[in-house]
């Protein structure tokens, strides 16, 4: 079963502005990672968060971990129309360790 | 290889028959991953392999899954007696070693559509 949530399930965009995905989740983490998925198929790691971090950078990509607040959000700045996907969070909780529990995911669209 | 290779990429299938999906994982991967999506949906976990260590196969959603690997390579899901349920995309996934914190690759996936 999953472990969390995704917010918004669904983003709309045009270039340029900004787009926030948050995640939440229930149980303890060693890490959270955020992946891309283009048209349904293979998936793409973007960042991962250790659980004693609060936040990292690369590239447009900021990612902010609240551990009080078992919430992560992704940020993606100046957005792109090749930025359209969807973008799920993946937790490995203390008690799986080594194995990623994925929420429902995030479809962004940007629009040119 | 220069990535995780699935095959097939679509399968049709008529409900009852039994199904074989092929992972060939990333070269000198130890960890290898088999996860279930259906439409619209997040992935669930199914099983996961480590080196020699028996499988995790917790995610597993009933006696008709079962998945092998051979050594530190190839993995084959195994799908017995078709149901419409089952019809998702299977995606393997594969990393370098299981520990904490590492990243792992996934690839295209295997549509599974069962009719």
């Known amino acids: 079963s999953q472990q969390g949530e995704e917010d918004p399930q669904a983003l709309s965009i045009q270039e340029g502005e900004n787009a926030t995905m948050n995640c939440s989740y229930k149980?303890?983490?060693?890490?959270l990672q955020w992946y891309r998925q283009n048209s349904g198929r293979g998936l793409v790691h973007l960042i991962l968060?250790?659980?004693?971090?609060r936040e990292k950078h690369s590239g447009r990509l900021r990612v902010t971990l609240d551990t009080s607040k078992k919430s992560s959000s992704l940020l993606i700045t100046a957005s792109r129309a090749a930025d359209t996907a969807s973008y799920f969070c993946?937790?490995?909780?203390?008690?799986?360790?080594?194995?990623?529990?994925f929420g429902a995911g995030t479809q962004v669209v940007v629009t040119p | 290889g220069a990535g995780v290779s699935q095959s097939p990429s679509n399968k049709v299938t008529e409900k009852g028959k039994d199904v074989e999906l092929r992972c060939d994982p990333i070269?000198?991967?130890?960890?290898l991953y088999w996860y279930r999506q259906r439409l619209g949906q997040g992935l669930e976990f199914l099983i996961y392999f480590q080196g020699n260590s028996a499988p995790d196969k917790s995610g597993l959603p009933s006696d008709r899954f079962s998945a092998e690997r051979t050594g530190e390579s190839v993995s084959t899901l195994t799908i017995q007696r078709t149901q419409q349920e089952d019809s998702a995309v299977y995606l393997c996934?594969?990393?370098?070693?299981?520990?904490?914190?590492?990243?792992?690759?996934f690839g295209e996936g295997s549509w599974l559509t069962v009719v």
């Open positions: 996934a594969s990393s370098l070693v299981q520990f904490s914190g590492n990243t792992i690759y």
């Open positions: 993946a937790r490995e909780t203390t008690d799986s360790w080594g194995k990623l529990q």
């Open positions: 070269s000198g991967h130890t960890a």
């Open positions: 149980t303890s983490i060693n890490n």
């Open positions: 968060i250790r659980s004693n971090e």
